[in-house]
């Protein structure tokens, strides 16, 4: 397939292009509205055209393309691929308002092309592991979960995501998402209620860079999950734990693979053993298996719409001051 790049991203250059060539497809273009900074991405990573407008895709023969412009516009993005006929692989979250991400899942339905959210954590070795003990019932009733992804921002990617809350900055749109998507991949549901505090500590401007919630769902689980910009020497885990057994994932919430994942029962404590598989690798060859009309473990557009929920929820109970239900469009 024909790939082009809707935005010249850090991840673009740091893990799809090479993700997408490892799969065996072509980037042919990548788009950004700075000509200089398009053609700068494009000679670094050896793309054939460089273009400062998505309408000159159409002359290309573009299969696919990889969104990651800032989130304000995803959607008119989103939207002249699905009418051109062209997947969608969209970075998360999908949007920054709900009404804007359920037009886009609409739009990609009704063209009959296929739509994906890049939640890559889903794809993490200790992620697809965790699911697979949960799902035989080896951890017994599942009761809890504990989720801390909470690290330090970039300085490189800083920016519009700690000053522009237009374009979807703040941590909960940007980390929150993620976390949803990473439960409802573990757990199998998304929870139906939250409650959160969130705070500023003085890196963003005007918005929240730490946020703090608890999660409810249909099953009777409790999730705690943290997510935060400013904390340099925290380490990220999962933990999950059921009346059998629990399951500790240390190092599983990043863009590379890694981590370390141990199983605790009533015959003590022992690691499960992870394989190494690039994240964003199994993202575009699952793309490529949904194309086929196969079975594959993407989040879908409706997965990236659900996440985005559970993110909205949490910035209302941090605003109200109380448990608010969780809207799923």
């Known amino acids: 397939m024909k790939w082009a790049l809707i935005g010249a991203s850090t991840i673009a250059g740091q893990w799809m292009v090479d993700a997408i060539r490892s799969a065996g497809d072509d980037v042919v273009a990548v788009v950004s509205g700075s000509t200089q900074r398009a053609q700068a991405f494009a000679h670094t990573h050896q793309i054939e055209h460089a273009v400062s ?9 573009i299969d696919a393309v990889y969104v990651s412009n800032t989130n304000d516009k995803h959607e008119a993005s989103v939207l002249r691929a699905a009418t051109a006929g062209q997947h969608v692989l969209c970075e998360k979250p999908l949007a920054v308002d709900l009404a804007a991400a359920k037009r886009m899942v609409q739009a990609c339905e009704q063209a009959g092309v296929v739509m994906a959210t890049n939640h890559h954590l889903r794809h993490n070795a200790a992620h697809r592991a965790m699911r697979a003990h949960i799902a035989s019932q080896q951890l017994g009733v599942v009761s809890s979960v504990r989720l801390s992804h909470s690290v330090y921002l970039p300085k490189h990617i800083q920016g519009w995501r700690l000053s522009d809350k237009g374009a979807g900055g703040g941590v909960v749109l940007d980390i ?3 976390n949803a998507d990473s439960l409802a ?4 549901e998304y929870p139906t209620h939250v409650c959160a505090m969130t705070s500023n500590t003085g890196m963003a401007q005007g918005m929240e ?3 703090m919630s608890v ?4 099953s009777g689980i409790t999730a705690f999950t943290h997510q935060g910009f400013n904390t340099p020497f925290a380490e990220t885990h999962i933990q999950i ?5 629990s399951l500790h994932g240390t190092g599983i919430l990043t863009q590379a693979p890694g981590g370390t994942l141990q199983l605790t029962d009533a015959s003590g404590t022992r690691d499960i053993a992870l394989d190494s598989d690039n ?3 199994r993202v575009v060859r699952n793309m490529q298996a949904a194309i086929r009309g196969e079975l594959h473990a993407n989040a879908d557009g409706a997965a990236g719409l659900q996440s985005l929920a559970v993110a909205h929820a949490v910035l209302a109970s941090a605003t109200s001051g109380h448990t608010e239900a969780v809207i799923y469009p």
């Open 185 to 188: 991949f573990l757990l199998g």
């Open 279 to 281: 994240l964003y690798e």
């Open 209 to 211: 860079d730490n946020a």
């Open 176 to 178: 929150a998402v993620h």
């Open 241 to 245: 734990h059921g009346d059998q057994a």
């Open 53 to 61: 407008h998505e309408h000159a895709l159409d002359a290309l023969g």
């Open 215 to 218: 999660w409810r769902y249909a």
